[in-house]
């Protein structure tokens, strides 16, 4: 019987006035009869259309039926035939514009809630007791992988079953990129992202931190060393800045910085001896879904205002919605088409506020969204101690500038052909390294293709 | 892990610890520092190269005990492990062909002045060096500079030992008896500053290796940048050298006292040195 209720099965969240004070995961995830009652609104259609819009070709409908049967462990088998990293995908994928965005059920009423169901699959699965995975039996063949982020580690993870020998190189003390540095642990807790490295570890990938590649060894020496192929994973990690005046004074981060300092170095936690401080006001500035873990942490550490000043309007955001949803609901103030114009600083240097300008939105611009427009003489000041900039990353230009032969275009990005495979043969290439920042779907699709690509290469070669 | 192999104090704050890294060792160049981090809950602090055995597959650094990690790190001893030791970072020093050097070390920055030094004086370049210290009982590698330089001119605030003054009185004198086309300057920032201001009226490329607040030392934190020539650079893949004539130091000076609260005590030492 199709459950035909036009709204998703909720899903428990911890409330907005108590999650806004602690860094435990927001969205506390479906129990398995709140799972099974989601699972019978999926229509079962037959061209499957959410499965088009997955990057790494989850089977929704088939993993679907499966938790509406009760068989949890079946649909999580289903969903790890394609996809490295189910409980991490569950959690920050953009499900509106992916899978649920072509849910039939979507046309009059909510999508099927995909994401939160395979969520639900893969924490089910965490709660049970590990199996005896058994490594892939090795052919003998090493490949190395660069950097330990969602590509790498969907790379690493399709190669070593298929038998090879991964070695990733990470430039950080801890395996997980972005997932680690990046997303805070109210959306995806580390523990989690530990968890399915563990698991690569468990298939025979050996992880290698503190290499960071182009410094300490070049990828012609890993190439030298006996790695047959390579995949560049290294992802878009140079923080962009505004260029406007006062951006040196003392309270203006980068959101990397602000973000890496909470995450991976777990700054808020006592103990820990990274120093973080606690900020009365802040400005965060950016619409991105890394602008919304900026804004929401920084309200986690006390801040009494928190704003996300945006250019443009809440339309061309491109945060998740539940990002921006989640916000709201915490407290952050959303202070649309406001544009910095300049950072002040007092007598030592400190931000003491940001002036900024009202704007309206003009004719659409190259990315198809509107431009927005300064309003003349409506600039005012902002009251903040704190600026951090969320206005977009590029790639880090460490293994372009020291790898002849690769080719990078116009703004840093690694060119590859459809096959992921750079212009120097036996290199491949994913993730934002290649796209510039992206998400971590997108990245883990690349991962997966380069895989497929590189053994390929390697069977022709061999 | 990162094993110590070898322990030595220099003086009551300053230590010398040469650490297993084979990877950075065979690629480590000078002006190129590591990142470190003692264990699980440390911070990454970075750390300029002092020295290295390409043969031996090991790392050197100096540090002074300033804030809660090396203090800590100063209670370690030989055989024991660093969670962490990352690099080489940052860009090799450019010392370009220079003929005749002045090399200026200010207390712990001698730690990296005196490579600096010893690298020139390897290439064959005539180097004078001077090294400042605060009072006698701080005076670390006096032989060592002795040895790679043409004259080795020792400074004290106090004049508990040397000439009583500032590495600036010395180098304000020398400018004015010798011609270099060369000046390297490492030690606190405000020595940085005033030797760059000595130097630019007489027109000798000076080069200054900073130590700001960074996380990763890749480029992508961006807490490091500093404003040279009016442009904005990440002291960790720009640098750490600059040309010290176009560094705003004050700037650098207030972005690296931000976290002096949460490290009183390293705040009190460093006020010290900056005297």
């Known amino acids: ?462 | 892990m990162y094993r110590i192999l070898d322990k030595r104090r220099l003086n009551d704050q300053v230590v010398q610890m040469t650490v297993d890294a084979p990877f950075i060792a065979r690629k480590v160049q000078a002006g190129q520092f590591i990142i470190l981090r003692i264990d699980e809950r440390g911070e990454r602090i970075p750390l300029t190269v002092a020295d290295f055995d390409r043969a031996a597959g090991t790392v050197t650094i100096i540090f002074q005990t300033v804030g809660a990690t090396t203090q800590r790190l100063a209670t370690f001893e030989p055989g024991d492990e660093i969670a962490d030791f990352v690099g080489p970072l940052g860009r090799p020093t450019e010392f370009g062909a220079p003929k005749k050097a002045v090399v200026i070390g200010g207390g712990v920055g001698c730690a990296i002045a005196y490579p600096q030094a010893k690298a020139l004086h390897e290439m064959g370049v005539s180097v004078d060096m001077i090294a400042g210290f605060r009072s006698k009982d701080i005076v670390i590698l006096e032989p060592e500079m002795r040895a790679v330089s043409n004259h080795l001119y020792l400074t004290t605030d106090d004049g508990s030992y040397g000439e009583k003054g500032f590495v600036t009185d010395v180098l304000k004198r020398l400018l004015t008896e010798e011609s270099y086309d060369l000046c390297i300057a490492i030690g606190p920032i405000p020595m940085m500053k005033f030797v760059s201001k000595t130097t630019e009226p007489a027109g000798v490329k000076t080069l200054v290796s900073l130590n700001p607040i960074m996380i990763d030392g890749t480029g992508m934190c961006g807490g490091c940048r500093v404003t040279v020539g009016g442009e904005v650079k990440f002291a960790c893949v720009d640098g750490p050298d600059f040309d010290g004539h176009l560094v705003d130091y004050d700037e650098l000076m207030r972005r690296n006292s931000f976290y002096r609260d949460e490290e009183a005590h390293a705040c009190r030492l460093e006020a010290q040195i900056h005297d």
């Not at chain 1, 209720?5 to 927001?26: I, W």
């Not at chain 1, 945060?319 to 007598?347: M, Q, S, T, W, Y």
């Open chain 1, 1 to 462: 019987m199709t459950n035909m209720a036009q709204t998703k099965v909720p899903m428990p969240e911890q409330a907005p006035d108590v999650r806004n004070r602690n860094f435990e995961e927001v969205a506390l995830g479906y129990t398995a009869d709140l799972a099974m009652e989601e699972a019978t609104r999926c229509l079962h259609c037959k061209n499957s259309p959410c499965v088009s819009g997955c990057p790494v070709n989850v089977q929704i409908p088939d993993f679907i039926a499966l938790i509406a049967a009760g068989d949890f462990a079946g649909a999580y088998a289903k969903i790890r035939e394609t996809s490295a990293l189910p409980a991490v995908c569950g959690r920050v994928c953009p499900q509106e514009s992916q899978c649920e965005g072509k849910c039939v059920r979507g046309i009059k009423g909510e999508p099927v809630a995909i994401g939160r169901l395979e969520r639900f699959a893969a924490d089910w699965q965490m709660q049970q007791p590990p199996v005896d995975a058994q490594p892939p039996v090795s052919n003998g063949i090493r490949v190395a992988v660069i950097g330990a982020g969602p590509s790498g580690l969907t790379c690493a993870g399709d190669l070593a079953r298929l038998g090879y020998e991964v070695t990733i190189f990470e430039a950080f003390h801890t395996a997980g990129g972005v997932l680690v540095y990046g997303i805070p642990e109210f959306r995806l807790p580390k523990e989690i992202v530990r968890r399915e490295i563990e698991g690569l570890k468990a298939m025979g990938v050996k992880i290698q931190t503190d290499m960071v590649i182009g410094k300490v060894l070049s990828v012609d020496e890993i190439i030298e060393m006996g790695y047959r192929a390579v995949f560049i994973g290294s992802g878009a990690g140079l923080p962009q800045f505004l260029g406007i005046p006062g951006e040196g004074a003392v309270g203006v981060y980068s959101a990397n910085e602000f973000l890496t300092r909470i995450n991976l170095m777990k700054a808020y936690l006592d103990g820990y001896d990274t120093p973080i401080k606690r900020s009365r006001a802040v400005a965060v500035v950016g619409g991105g879904n890394v602008a919304m873990d900026a804004a929401r942490s920084a309200k986690r550490l006390g801040a009494e205002q928190v704003y996300i000043v945006y250019r443009r309007s809440e339309a061309e955001m491109p945060a998740r919605k539940e990002e921006v949803h989640h916000a709201k609901e915490e407290g952050i103030e959303f202070r649309l088409l406001n544009n910095p114009k300049r950072i002040l600083a007092d007598e030592n240097g400190r931000v003491c506020g940001m002036e900024c300008v009202e704007m309206e939105l003009g004719e659409p611009d190259a990315s198809g969204r509107r431009r927005p427009v300064e309003k003349p003489g409506s600039e005012f000041v902002l009251d903040v101690d704190s600026v951090i900039l969320a206005v977009g990353t590029s790639p880090n230009p460490l293994i372009r500038s020291t790898t002849p032969g690769i080719e990078a275009n116009r703004r840093g990005c690694l060119v590859v052909d459809e096959s992921m495979q750079t212009t120097k043969p036996g290199v491949y290439a994913g993730g934002d390294a290649v796209t510039g920042a992206a998400t971590v779907i997108l990245a883990m699709g690349a991962g997966k293709t380069a895989a497929a690509s590189i053994d390929a290469y390697l069977q022709q070669n061999n």
